[in-house]
Each structure stands twice: as structure tokens, then as C-alpha cells.
């Protein structure tokens, strides 16, 4: 039985665990899942840690919503810069799903980009644990999560 | 009997550790709070280390006021990233109150949101230790500490 | 027999790794190769690490192709800051080929530099295994993968 | 007897190691210090760790004076995560006092704040080892080492 | 019976390995050199480490020639900060010899620069080694590698 952990915060304004719970449910079954709410992205890397090192966590979905103001993308730097360093004293994946409201138009677009960023995430969090070699079938393919996809490019 | 850290500087202008003992304290008991001053904000990480290690704090509270020059922003951005190290490597929490000078319009302002700043988050590390299923309840709700919540985006 | 690690992304637009592959065969034998894709850069450094831990790899590359906007820009510098830590906790070269999407004028163009890189790079990580001295007939002979060599400067 | 480490660089326009010296002995006894030059600010950090672990220092002053340029900063800032580094890694406190050169108008106020900034926080560094309760005394007071204090804002 | 170890690339336009290793043997015996030539300065920190722990090297230069290009000011930056991070980890000196294509006119100068500044700093590395008195006795001097001295500015 694997454990996912979910650390998201009171700063986002979208409820992104409740997509990443239910789009994680209904894809399957077999492992659990731990929820840890923090005030804001730069405490999302402890909580993370602690979820992988006290609850035995297999794999984290970290969720924040980052400001438009040049403060917020130092925050997000900061935050970002702590969860690869998680992930490297623990040897785990971090899936980091940071939404900023600048990439929005407005409020509508922000609310589906967080609902949709997140909920495909979920996805790549399931092939990790459970089926690395679709994300290789998809290697190169410009994928993106929550806007359309890029594609690929050709010689 | 949980123990509070808090680590604040000579260099900020306003007494925002006085402002996290009131409200911690006219939030109830089972706590010891523990205080250490530096000079600036740069000196900050070292002083949450040694009050987690030295003191056994259970969380600490980082209060700071960085200058609104670019250099500022760049000493803010150094603690941040240590006030993050440190987190890790002890698996505890520091909220981090930084109030920079130019989030204000005057002085006046300067003064009441490190105040209120500082008091919001206090509830926050109350909650961190004693309910975290409070900030559940509140994940996702654009929840901000000084100036007023953004509140929450809908689909 | 060595193992080489190769870490690539759904992100990028083009399958660098397939590259990658292609010319380490051509060069030659006595390797085997590991193969990891992840969703984006960001999830390369701890991707590497288990490659190298787990796996036992005696060399990485690390394939990626970070976007030409700001946020894309922070993300390369954040993934590359993970990549050098895992080298100095394990001693291991991971030798980074990214792409940028902004230093190509099109497609076409992205496509091909993607290829020719990767490839030179390929290049680069046998003679690190292999022949170090071929790497130290070439200092300072202003090499670039991808576009072509700068070339020496002289007194 | 406590020991207090300096750390200075032969890049600095002013003897700021001498006026920590004088400030320091004019202030009282009890300590000795130990002095370790280095080239640059970028040469400071281990050498700050090299005088606390192998010199036994219970303190440093790490002094420099960035010049005015994009890369001088860029430089200062890597020295600076590095002096936080070093604490966090031996719980020890390092003062940190850059003078960077665009702070001056003139050569003449130059070696005026160089001197005024590494006094001031040479008393930082008496009351961190032997008085900090005279530090919390002075919280929130906006103080400042070289140019005149700030003062505190009032609600 | 010391040894001094160099680290250099094939993206730098300059040989400055052999510039080092000319000086350091100009100026005297009692040591030997290791050399390392990796593709580019983000993979000198973990070739310094290694020639560090596996060829007990006393000393490190680490040279390189980063491009002008934004791009490549982030990547020296990461070079920078995993050089610093590696002095931490080891106790050991690294002298950072970057030479930035845009600090000199044309490649006669860029040639001359990386010729000059790596003889100098070959000083400070033997200073550094065997008579630290000598960078003590020049502290606050203002001096350059490389273009002219600074020189001390008076009170």
C-alpha cells in the first residue's frame, strides 16, 4: 500500500487537495492519502519532509499559488529551492504544482487553471509510483499541465 | 508544555516580537515562549537553529523588516533561503514574518501591519502546534496576514 | 562495465534522450544505459540521485528544455542548482544539456539544436568515463555544443 | 576566554580588520582574536568555518566591501548564503559586515562607513557573546551600523 | 609535500590551466599539480570535490570563462555557488579564477585578462598554502587580479 502526501496552504486561493484527492481517487485505488495544510509555499518544504520522514509518505503532491508581485516569485524561488532540497535528502519525488496568478487572466481562468494544473499532475504522481514507463512513451512529447500541450518539434 | 521560539532584530522598526508574546499569550496557555534578538535579518537563521537545538523549541516565529532597496530585498531573500535550511534539518517549523518597508505607504501603515502581521501569524503557529486541522478548514480561502484576505477564486 | 544515466522530461519538445541513446551506441560499447523520464526539470535532480544511488549509475546526463519565459528562466536556474548538489553529495558527473526554446528562431531550428547538443554532449560523457586527457587537449579551445565552437582567444 | 574569529580580504579598499580590532580591545578583555585574510568575499565563508572549527573561534566578523557592478552583487550574495551556510552548519553566529561601494559618494565617505559600520557591529558582536539581553532591549529600534538609525515607526 | 589542484574547461576561450601551472612553477618547488578539464564551469564544482577527496589535493583553482550573455551570469552563478558549497564540505580553499567575456573589449584583451588574472591569483593560491601573513600584511589594499589595483581609500 502506498502513501501519497498532499501539503497544500491557506495563501492559494483554490482548494487545489480537494482536486488532487478526488482526481487521485478516481483513478484507483491501493494506496492512502496524508494532508498537511500550511499557511504559505515557503512552509511547504518542511511539511513535506516531515510527511515523507514521520508518515512514511512514498511520494508528495506540493500545492501553492504564487502571486503576481515580484515578491511572490522570490517566495517561489525560495519554496521551489526547498523542495528539490527535500527531495534530495530523502531520495523522494516532490511533484511541485504552483499556479501563479499571473499566468490568469482573471479569476474564472485562475480557479480552472489550478483545478486543471492539479488534477493532471495527480496523474503524473500515479505514473511515478505505479508506471514510470508511460512517462517515458511520452518523453519529448512538450507536455504541459493545465494549458494545451506544446507538442513536439521536428528535425 | 509546548515551547515557542522567537527570533526578531534591532534592525526593524517596530517591536514585533512584544506584538507575538501579547497575542500568543491572550490566546491561552501551555506554552513557554523563548526570545532571541540579532542584529539583522541575516542573522536570524542561526538564532531559530540554535533556539530549536539548544532551547527545544517546538516552532519558532521569524520576525523581520527588510528595507525596500534592492539590496534589501536581496538580504531578505538570504534569510529566506536559510530560515528554509534550517527547517529542514531540524523537521521544524519557523514562520517567517517579514514586513518590508515599501508594503507600506507611510510609517503609520509600517507600524500597524507589522503589528497585525505579526499577530495573524501568531495564531498560525498556535494552530501548527495544537490544531492543524484549523488550517485545513481554511486551505485555499486566499488567506493573507496584515492586509485583507484575497479570498477564494470559483470555477 | 559502466552505466550511464540518462534523466529526461515529458516537457521537453523534442526526445532528447532518443538522441542521446543513439549516439552513445554509435560510439561505442562497454556501457549499459538507464533510462528515468519525469514530468518537468524541476523533478531531474532527485531523478539523478536514484539513478545514481539505485541504480548505480557512474555518470548522468540530464536532459531538459526550459521555456523562454521569466518563470521558465528561474526554473533551469533552480534545476541546475539541484543538479550540482547531487554531484557534491555523490561525487558523480551529471553533465546538464539543456535547451533553451528562446536561443532558437524556430521549430526547425529548436529541433536541431536539441539533436546536435545532446549529441555533443554524448560526446563529452565517454570522454569523462573513458579518456579524461581528450577533455584537457581541448582546454580552453572555446568549445559550444550545439552551435559551433567560439574557438580560442589569443595573447 | 572567548575567541573571536575575523575574516577580511585584500580586496577591500580599507583596513576594516584593524578598526574591528581597535573597537574590539577599546571595548574590554576577556578574548583573543584570530585574523584570517583572504583575497575575495567569495573566500570568506570557509575560512569563516576553518577559524570556528579549527581555531575554535566562538564567533566571526566577516568583513568585505563588494564594488558597485551587477557582478559585484551577484558575488556579495554568494558570500552571503555561504556565511549563513557556515552557521547553520556549527551553530555559530558570523557578523556579517559588507560595505558595498555604491553606499558612498566619495572615496572619503567610503573608508568613513567602512570604519563607522565595522565598529558599530564590532559591539553586535560583544553583546551576541556576552550580553544579548542588551540586544532585546533595543528590538524593533530600526538600528542601523555606519549610517544614522532609522529609529522606530509607532502605531 | 603539497598538492595544488587546477580545474579548467573547454568552453573557456584561454588556456589558463597552462598559465596557472607556468606561474606556480615559476615561483617555486615543494609541490605537485593535479589537473581536471571538464565541458563547462558548471561542472567544475564537483570535479574540485573530487580532486579534493580522491586526490587529497591542498588547494583548488577553479578556472573558467563564463559567456556575457544573461544565461551565462546564471550559470556562473551556480558555478559560484557550488564552489563555495564544496570549500564548506571540505575545509578547503578553492580559488575561483572566472574571467567574464564581457569585462574586456576584444579577445586581444580577453586574452591578456585570463593570462594576467590566473598568474595572480597562482599568488594568492601560494599564499594561501605557505605564508597567509603575506595576504594579512595586504588587507584593505584594493587590489585586482588581473586589470589595475583599486588601491585603499584614506579616512
Redesign the interface.
Given at each position: 500500500m502506498k502513501k501519497i502526501g498532499i501539503v497544500?496552504?491557506?495563501?492559494?486561493?483554490?482548494?487545489?487537495?480537494?482536486s488532487a484527492i478526488e482526481e487521485l481517487q478516481a483513478q484507483g485505488t491501493g494506496f492512502t492519502i496524508e494532508?498537511?495544510?500550511?499557511?504559505g509555499i515557503?512552509?511547504l518544504?518542511?511539511?513535506a519532509?516531515?510527511l515523507i520522514?514521520?508518515k512514511k509518505c512514498d511520494i508528495i503532491m506540493a500545492l501553492g499559488m504564487p502571486g503576481g508581485a515580484?515578491?511572490d516569485?522570490?517566495?517561489?524561488?525560495?519554496?521551489?529551492?526547498?523542495?528539490?532540497?527535500?527531495?534530495?535528502?530523502t531520495?523522494?519525488?516532490?511533484?511541485?504544482v504552483f499556479v501563479?496568478e499571473d499566468e490568469a487572466h482573471d479569476?474564472?481562468e485562475?480557479?480552472?487553471l489550478?483545478?486543471q494544473r492539479t488534477r493532471e499532475?495527480a496523474h503524473?504522481v500515479l505514473h511515478?509510483l505505479y508506471n514510470?514507463r508511460h512517462?517515458?512513451k511520452?518523453?519529448?512529447?512538450?507536455?504541459?499541465?493545465g494549458f494545451k500541450d506544446?507538442?513536439?518539434?521536428?528535425?
Open positions: 497544500d496552504t491557506t495563501f492559494a486561493r483554490f482548494d487545489m487537495a480537494r494532508r498537511y495544510t500550511v499557511p515557503k512552509d518544504p518542511v511539511a519532509k516531515k520522514e514521520e515580484a515578491i516569485k522570490q517566495c517561489s524561488h525560495e519554496a521551489s529551492m526547498g523542495l528539490i532540497t527535500v527531495q534530495l535528502l531520495n523522494t519525488h516532490i511533484i511541485e501563479h479569476d474564472t485562475l480557479a480552472w489550478a483545478n499532475h503524473n511515478l514510470p512517462l517515458t511520452n518523453a519529448g512529447m512538450g507536455l504541459r499541465q506544446m507538442g513536439p518539434v521536428k528535425k
